[in-house]
């Protein structure tokens, strides 16, 4: 069996576990053992996915006992070589220090690799980072651009750290429409707990500058 195949093997069967009428598709627990060990096989062969799909499997238990620090040597293998939801895992696990000593320097290595790589999540984790100067230096004004580009893939809370951003000033110059249009955008994405907040600032801007907001919004939703 190639490995890649053997890869996308377990992978399905990981998919279809569960309950109701997909569990009949599951084969009998025998079958999981077989297709570990090709899939294992498959990630000491140098399969970038597999060897994500295996730290997967170790960080969340499917197979066991979370083991996090086993996780970690597999997303590493994975992330060298070039594999993007590797390295924000990785950068995850090296923020939170799971797995491995916490360590935010490498945190933001590996978020700025899987950034370069198109993750809106490591854009919107860096730019967090960025803001408050953890692990790098820092820079407000690059933390802006960074959200904008998370947000722009509909990174919810990316859209209102653009919003708290321009309401205060910080890293770009006050701009209550802007902030205004950022909220809405994540509202209408699903972002709830903030309705305080859009009551005040509505209250507090005139009605024409309410209407360039969501002339903004709309111009960006349709």
């Known amino acids: 069996m190639p490995t890649r195949y053997a890869a996308?093997?377990?992978?399905a069967l990981i998919t279809f576990s569960g309950n109701g009428a997909q569990a009949a598709q599951v084969p009998p627990p025998g079958t999981y053992g077989q297709a570990m060990g090709w899939y294992k096989r498959a990630a000491e062969a140098g399969d970038a996915d597999a060897q994500f799909s295996l730290g997967i499997i170790l960080e969340s238990g499917l197979r066991g006992a979370?083991?996090?620090?086993?996780?970690a040597v597999w997303y590493l293998k994975a992330a060298r070589q070039g594999h993007?939801?590797?390295?924000?895992?990785?950068?995850?696990l090296y923020y939170q220090g799971r797995g491995v000593k916490q360590d935010l320097a490498q945190a933001a290595t590996w978020y700025e690799a899987a950034a370069e790589g198109g993750s809106a999540e490591a854009r919107y984790n860096l730019a967090l980072m960025v803001e408050?100067?953890?692990?790098?230096?820092?820079?407000?004004?690059?933390?802006?651009?960074?959200y904008e580009q998370a947000a722009a893939k509909g990174i919810n809370q990316a859209r209102l750290s653009l919003s708290l951003l321009y309401n205060r000033g910080r890293g770009v110059e006050r701009d209550p429409v802007k902030s205004l249009m950022w909220l809405e955008l994540a509202i209408a994405g699903g972002l709830t707990g903030y309705d305080s907040l859009h009551?005040?600032?509505?209250?507090?801007?005139?009605?024409?500058?309410?209407?360039?907001?969501?002339?903004?919004?709309?111009?960006?939703?349709d």
């Not at 939801?85 to 990785?90: D, E, R, T, V």
């Not at 907001?213 to 111009?219: D, I, L, N, P």
Request: without cysteine; glycine residues 6%; aromatic residues 6%.
């Open 84 to 92: 993007v939801k590797s390295q924000y895992k990785l950068g995850l």
């Open 66 to 71: 979370p083991d996090p620090a086993a996780a």
């Open 132 to 146: 408050r100067g953890q692990g790098l230096k820092r820079d407000p004004k690059r933390a802006v651009k960074l």
């Open 8 to 11: 996308f093997f377990l992978a």
């Open 199 to 221: 009551k005040k600032m509505l209250n507090s801007m005139p009605e024409d500058e309410v209407e360039q907001a969501r002339a903004m919004v709309k111009a960006r939703t």
